[in-house]
């Protein structure tokens, strides 16, 4: 019986081993959990709960553009980014290392029919432009048409130099092509460079941030982009099953973790160069 029981939030003490598999292991705050009860709720399929629609509004202004929708996962809001931007047979080019190609299970090909082109990334995580470039198919009926460029900013726990996302977006806008950034940690980066998230992602089409690693919210991704993409976006989120009801419970917890947690990734920042300092 939930009321009777006892149970605790759990807790990291010195006894316990601290977990450092990933920042998706973090654990709410008491803040998000005293958000919850607080939070209007509505049905979101009918665009009635209010909690999800000013996160998705206050994510938007945050990264300076039109419009965003929350998702169940960084996996699905990167697979429906690249559903949005892409017809079947498009293609896709994509750093090789990058989350979305290694570790989706290659959702743009098994469910949208889209081709995937894996490009080396350099010692600072991004791609050359002349390797990028090289990629892009000619206009040729033999060919399948590359339609959009996948970054990822912070990638590995390294933060790309902004001047190699920009140049990266300028190249493949001037050749037709739109940019998607998985921006899963992109607070990280802008805890790093001091770079605003809007300044960060000014030349993306679209971005993915994720709730729930660093920012510690239970789940929950946000893609953002132009009122465009997003009514697209909206319509594949149904078909893959991620429109969700009553989800007010989680973007309470994505919204306390936007206006509470950003700027406390600087403490995470300093604990893995302490962490890395006592390793070395």
Do not use: W
Not at 19 to 39: C, H, N, Q, Y
């Amino acid at each position: 019986n939930y009321k009777k029981s006892s149970a605790k939030l759990p807790v990291y003490s010195e006894d316990k081993p601290i977990d450092f598999r990933s920042d998706t292991v973090t654990l709410p705050t008491a803040g998000m959990f005293e958000a919850i009860p607080k939070a209007k709720l509505g049905d979101d399929v009918y665009d009635e709960d209010v909690e999800v629609l000013e996160l998705q509004q206050y994510a938007a202004e945050l990264l300076g553009k039109e419009a965003s929708l929350f998702f169940p996962s960084g996996t699905q809001s990167n697979l429906t980014a690249i559903l949005s931007h892409c017809q079947r047979g498009d293609e896709v080019l994509i750093g090789r290392e990058y989350h979305t190609n290694l570790y989706e299970a290659r959702g743009a090909s098994v469910l949208g029919g889209v081709g995937i082109c894996p490009i080396d990334i350099n010692e600072s995580g991004g791609m050359a432009v002349e390797d990028m470039i090289n990629q892009i198919k000619e206009d040729d009926p033999h060919y399948a048409v590359t339609k959009l460029l996948c970054l990822e900013n912070p990638i590995s726990g390294q933060v790309q130099p902004q001047s190699q996302i920009d140049a990266l977006a300028q190249a493949a806008h001037e050749r037709g092509l739109s940019v998607h950034l998985d921006g899963a940690r992109l607070f990280n980066a802008h805890i790093h460079n001091g770079l605003s998230p809007e300044e960060l992602t000014k030349n993306c089409d679209s971005v993915s941030i994720c709730l729930s690693k660093g920012l510690g919210a239970p789940a929950g991704t946000l893609l953002v982009s132009s009122h465009e993409i997003i009514a697209k976006a909206k319509r594949i989120r149904k078909i893959l099953g991620g429109s969700m009801r009553q989800v007010g419970v989680l973007a309470a917890c994505g919204m306390y973790a936007l206006k509470n947690n950003i700027t406390r990734l600087q403490e995470d920042h300093n604990n893995a160069k302490l962490l890395a300092q006592g390793l070395s």
